[in-house]
C-alpha cells in the first residue's frame, strides 16, 4: 500500500525550490538577462584538471572488471589508506584506513554518522541557522531534532542557550564550519568552549555524546579566517566530508566519514556504517571515484574566485548599508533583511528586480536572506546597483 | 551514544563471507591453484567498450561543471527518458521519463520502491531461495518478511504455500526473476498464475498489493528460455534493474526502478523515491554515470561466456549424480547437495578440495549449494573431476 508519509510529502514545495522555480520561469518569459540567481549553492567553477585526468588514466590503463568491480563493503582499501594519510599530515591526526568509511557525499556521511550513534528518541542537537536537510536526516533515525537559536551579531555558537537545550536525551551535536548559510567559520575559541562543554555533560549524564561535523566547506576558508580542524578537539567526533565544493564533483556523489581514533569503539564505528548501509540501500559510492579522488586528495578546484566574489559583494552591502557579518568562507552570506519579514523582501527582490536571493526562514533564522555568490564575478557587479535599489525601498 | 543494534551485527560474518575468507587463507597458504572459487557473484568479464568510450566522451567532451553537477533530486532527465524509451521499445510497455527514477543499482532500487509502498507493520513476502540482502531491505523499512518456501522440484513458484502465507497485512511482493541463487526464470505461466492471485487478493483485502521485481538478471537468459517482462502482467509493479551484472558496472552503483504507468498513483511514485532519498542520505547515483549508460541501453557486455559455462557445469553435474535443475539464465546454479547438510558438505569441498561453494541455508533453503560460474570456464573443466571425487564420497 502507497505510504501515505512520503506520498503527503511530495505536494510540498521547498521555499528555496519555489524561488528557483520562479527564476527558471522568469527567464523563460523575459529572457535569460532579466534574472540574477543566487538561490543555488552549485559549484561555479569546474573540476580541476588533474581529477578529470586521474579519471581518464583509470579508464584508459585499469582492467575493467576490477576497475568496476563491486567496491568492498567498507570501501576501496587504497582510497581509505590516502584519505587517512592526507587528513594525519594535514591535520597532525591519527587515522587509519580503518577508520575512514567513502559515502555518497556528506549527505550519505552524515545519514550513517547519525545513524551510527543515535538511536529512536534520541536528541541531536544544531544550531541556527542550518542546512534544511537536517531535519530529514535526524529525523529518519527516529531521534529528534533540537536547535539552538541563531546568535546573529557574530553567527558562532550562542552557548547560554545550547545550555538551556542539553538533556541527558542528547547522543549528538551536529555543526557546519564553514557554515551554510551564513558563511561563518566556527573560531578555535568557539569549538574549545562547545568541546568543553560536551566533555562536561558527557560526564555530567554519563554516556559519550558525539560531535558530528559537517565540512564540505573545509576548503573554502578566506585568508585570515581562523579554521579549527574541529576532530583535533574533542575525542568522541565523527567527521563527514565531501568532495563536492572542494573539487567541484557534487553529481559525482563522493565523500567520507572519518571516525576519531580516540573515539569509544573507534574500531567499530566504520563496520557498523557497513551494516547500517544495508538496510538503506545505500552500498559504497561509485568505484571510479573511489579510485580517481586518491590522487588528488592534495588539490582543489581554483576557488579563488568565490574569496573575490566575497569581498566584492559585502564590501558593497556594507557601503550600501546592509548589516551583514563578514563570511571567513563558502560561498554565501547571510545579510539582515531591512525588513523583519525576509520572506517579503526576496520576493519583491524577485519579481520586481530579478534577484534571486533566499529567505533565512528556510535555516530557521528569520530576518536575514542567503546569498550564494558561486557565480561568476561578472554576476557580482551587475547585482550591486539592484542590491542598492533594493535596500533604499525600504529605507 | 553507540547503536547497538548495529554494534551487535558487527561481530557476525556471513556464511558466505566466511567462505571467501577462507578461501583467500587458503590461496595464501597454499598457493592460488589450492582454490577453485565459486562463491562471488562478480562479473568476470568486462564493461562492454562502448561503456568505457561513453565515460570517455563525456570527461573529453562535456563541459565539468554541467557534467558533474548535481544531478535533479529525480534524476537525470535525459536518462530518464532514454530508458522509458528502452523499456518502451523492448518490452511494449508506455513508460514516460517521470515513472523511471536512477539508483545506486537494485539495492538503493530496492529500498526506496519498499519505502514507497510499505508502512511499519506491514508484511512483504518473497520466495526461497532469495538474496539473504532482502532482509535489511525489507526490515529496513519497518515492515516484516515472509518466505514462502521453495518448490525445489522446478524453483518455480509454491502457490499453495503463497496463497497460505497471505494475510491483509501484505502490502509487497518481492520476486526475483531469473532468481539468484536458482538460476530459475519465472515462466509466462508462472508470472500469469501470481498477477492473477494477487489481482485477487487485491479485491479480497480491497487495498493495492505491490509486486516488486527484482531483475538484474535480465539480461542474463539462455536460449530457449521463456523470460516474460513481469511488469506487463500486472499494473501494481515497480521493477527494479541494475546495470551491474548487464554492463559488468557493478561498483559504480547504477540501476533505476521503473513504475507502472498503469500503478495506483503512478505519477507520485517517483516523486517519494525523491523524498525517501532525503530519509536515507542516498541521493542519485554518479552524474557521470547516469549519462554515461544512456548510449549504451540496448548493449551488454559479451555475456555468452555464462551461458557456455551453464551448459558445460550443468551436464557434467548431471551426469555424475548431482540432482539439479538447468538454469534458465544468470550465472548460479543451484545444485541438491548429496547429504542433507549442505553446510558440512560445501566445507568438506572448501577444506579438501579447495571448491568454494556455499550452503543453500544462507539463501532459506537448506540441502542445496550454490555454484557462481561468472569465472573462466577453464575454472569449471578444473572443477569438474573435483565435484565428482566430492560426490563420490557421500554416495
Redesign the interface.
Known amino acids: 500500500?502507497?505510504?501515505?508519509?512520503?506520498?503527503e510529502?511530495?505536494g510540498k514545495e521547498s521555499v528555496i525550490r519555489q524561488f528557483f522555480d520562479y527564476s527558471r520561469k522568469r527567464a523563460a518569459e523575459l529572457g535569460p538577462d532579466s534574472v540574477l540567481n543566487f538561490s543555488i549553492g552549485?559549484?561555479?567553477?569546474?573540476?580541476p584538471d588533474s581529477a578529470?585526468e586521474a579519471?581518464?588514466t583509470l579508464?584508459?590503463e585499469e582492467?575493467?572488471?576490477t576497475?568496476?568491480?563491486?567496491?568492498p563493503t567498507l570501501g576501496q582499501p587504497s582510497t581509505k589508506a590516502a584519505i587517512a594519510e592526507s587528513l594525519n599530515k594535514r591535520f597532525g591526526m591519527n587515522y587509519k584506513a580503518e577508520h575512514i568509511f567513502p559515502?555518497?557525499?556528506a549527505?550519505?556521511?552524515?545519514?550513517?554518522a547519525l545513524?551510527?550513534?543515535?538511536?529512536a528518541g534520541?536528541t541531536v542537537i544544531t544550531f541556527a541557522p542550518y542546512f534544511p536537510?537536517y531535519i530529514?536526516?535526524v529525523?529518519?533515525t527516529g531521534a529528534k531534532l533540537a536547535v539552538v537559536p541563531a546568535d546573529t551579531t557574530s553567527f558562532q555558537i550562542n552557548f547560554e542557550k545550547l545550555e538551556e537545550l542539553f538533556t541527558e536525551n542528547v547522543?549528538a551535536v551536529l555543526i557546519n564550519s564553514p557554515n551554510n548559510p551564513s558563511g561563518i567559520v566556527y573560531t578555535t575559541e568557539t569549538i574549545t568552549r562547545l568541546a568543553e562543554l560536551m566533555q562536561r555533560k558527557q560526564e555530567e549524564y554519563g554516556?559519550?555524546?558525539?560531535l558530528i561535523t559537517d565540512e564540505p566547506y573545509r576548503e573554502i576558508v578566506f585568508e585570515g579566517t581562523d579554521s579549527p580542524f574541529v576532530s583535533s578537539f574533542y575525542d568522541n567526533s565523527i567527521c563527514c566530508y565531501s568532495f563536492s565544493k572542494s573539487l567541484?564533483?557534487?553529481?559525482?556523489?563522493i565523500g567520507y566519514l572519518a571516525v576519531n581514533p580516540r573515539a569509544?569503539?573507534a574500531d567499530?564505528?566504520v563496520?557498523?556504517c557497513?551494516?547500517?548501509s544495508?538496510?538503506?540501500?545505500?552500498?559504497?559510492?561509485?568505484?571510479?571515484?573511489q579510485r580517481a579522488i586518491e590522487p588528488v586528495l592534495y588539490e582543489t578546484s581554483d576557488l579563488s574566485i568565490y574569496e573575490v566574489n566575497a569581498k566584492l559583494l559585502y564590501e558593497a552591502l556594507v557601503k550600501i548599508g546592509y548589516s551583514v557579518v563578514r563570511p571567513g568562507g563558502t560561498f554565501y552570506m547571510f545579510p539582515q533583511s531591512p525588513i523583519p519579514d525576509a520572506n517579503e523582501f526576496c520576493w519583491t527582490a524577485a519579481k520586481e528586480l530579478g534577484l534571486i536571493i533566499v529567505p533565512g526562514d528556510s535555516f530557521e533564522c528569520p530576518g536575514h536572506f542567503r546569498i550564494s555568490y558561486c557565480v561568476p564575478t561578472e554576476q557580482i557587479q551587475r547585482a550591486i546597483p539592484l542590491f542598492e535599489e533594493l535596500f533604499n525601498r525600504y529605507r
Not at 554516556?207 to 558525539?210: A, K
Request: net charge positive; hydrophobic share 30%; with cysteine.
Open positions: 500500500m502507497i505510504n501515505t508519509f512520503y506520498k510529502m511530495t552549485n559549484p561555479s567553477v569546474p573540476a578529470t579519471m581518464q579508464l584508459r582492467d575493467p572488471v576497475l568496476h568491480g563491486y567496491s559515502t555518497s557525499g549527505a550519505g556521511a552524515l545519514s550513517h545513524r551510527a550513534v543515535t538511536k534520541d536537510e530529514p536526516y529525523t529518519g547522543a554516556h559519550e555524546i558525539f567541484s564533483l557534487p553529481g559525482e556523489r569509544v569503539d567499530k564505528l563496520p557498523m557497513g551494516q547500517i544495508r538496510f538503506t540501500g545505500h552500498n559504497c559510492p561509485s568505484s571510479l571515484m
